[in-house]
């Protein structure tokens, strides 16, 4: 790898698909991984999965445990390529994962942390009573005009900027019929939204009865000191300590992901080689897109590790 500087980078509730955790099923150095969600489940993780219907592997609390656990399991398998990595970051339930990366915390006591979390925030978003919550991806040029309407709408309604993802990418977060409202708005014009397949509005004011449940439950963890700084998801700092790592990750359920500068972090840090932990590859294409200087590829992309470690040594 010379004198590559590395990152590992680990994406939230996006990209999941039916057949993300097939490795997971067969590889016999993940064995070991497999018992462990299947006692956190309490039920066999591949009749779990396999059992749910295609709508419900986006269901929030269904999403979250299997994206960890997908991460887990690349990292498992990727971590004996890499010799040395100077930087983790992850968005939104990513940044539970990488503190896995970091050293923080073993597998087992992640996904136990994830599962925690979902139920947390499902109680939270479960005030909202029967209209339920949404997330809007918004993207793309719009004028200075729509972009004052559209945050004159979202200030008057109780919508919520979840996450800024980059200069033109935002995440919005609020209740379900305050999303149609500001779409029905004829002030707003842009087409380049996604409704996301999401109905709890993470990083938002309304998940803020989940937060510190959450930050009690990571006080009695084992959660430790990463060996690895973290980027912390709010304010892209370096967390170190074990005291920085339970107050930003307790905060972010309900307090706006600033993507954006964890990435420009990690160019000014002066990372050349960022691996996507997957599933899809929604955060490398984001980085190289805003920094082209860094190269940046998810494990998804390779067909198998041995192509991933070659294109590490061709660094």
């Known amino acids: 790898m010379g004198n590559v500087r590395l990152a590992i980078v680990c994406p939230g509730q996006a990209g999941q698909r039916r057949d993300m955790l097939d490795n997971l099923f067969v590889d016999h150095d993940l064995y070991d991984l497999r018992c462990a969600a299947s006692d956190i489940l309490g039920k066999d993780v591949e009749a779990w999965w396999r059992d749910l219907g295609e709508d419900a592997i986006f269901v929030s609390a269904h ?7 997908h991460q887990i399991a ?71 005009d729509e972009l004052a309407a559209r945050d004159r709408i979202m200030a008057s309604s109780g919508i919520d900027t979840a996450i800024i993802r980059s200069r033109s990418e935002q995440v919005l977060a609020g209740p379900a019929h305050m999303i149609d409202s500001l779409l029905a708005n004829p002030a707003i014009t842009n087409p380049n939204h996604v409704r996301l397949a999401i109905t709890v509005p993470s990083h938002s004011r309304y998940l803020m009865p989940a937060v510190e449940p959450f930050r009690a439950a990571l006080r009695k963890s084992g959660l430790a000191a990463p ?53 899809g590859n929604d955060l490398s294409r984001l980085i190289e897109t805003e920094h082209p200087r860094i190269a940046a590829r998810s494990v998804d992309e390779f067909r198998d590790w041995r192509s991933l470690g070659d294109w590490l040594d061709s660094r």
């Not at 539970?96 to 139920?119: E, K």
């Not at 964890?262 to 691996?275: K, N, Y």
Request: glycine share 10%; hydrophobic share 45%.
């Open 63 to 69: 999403a979250q445990f299997a994206i960890a656990l």
């Open 74 to 144: 690349a990292w498992t398998r990727i971590s004996r390529l890499v010799s040395q990595v100077s930087l983790v970051a992850g968005y939104s339930i990513g940044e539970l994962s990488a503190y896995h990366v970091a050293g923080a915390i073993d597998g087992r006591t992640t996904l136990g942390l994830v599962q925690q979390r979902a139920r947390l925030m499902d109680r939270a978003a479960a005030g909202l009573g029967g209209v339920g919550g949404c997330m809007l991806l918004w993207r793309g040029r719009c004028s200075p």
């Open 227 to 279: 060996a690895v700084p973290v980027l912390a998801g709010i304010d892209a700092m370096r967390v170190r300590t074990r005291e920085q790592a339970v107050d930003t990750l307790s905060r972010q359920i309900a307090t706006t992901v600033r993507w954006d500068r964890c990435m420009a972090t990690l160019a000014e840090s002066g990372i050349d080689t960022v691996i996507e932990l997957g599933p």
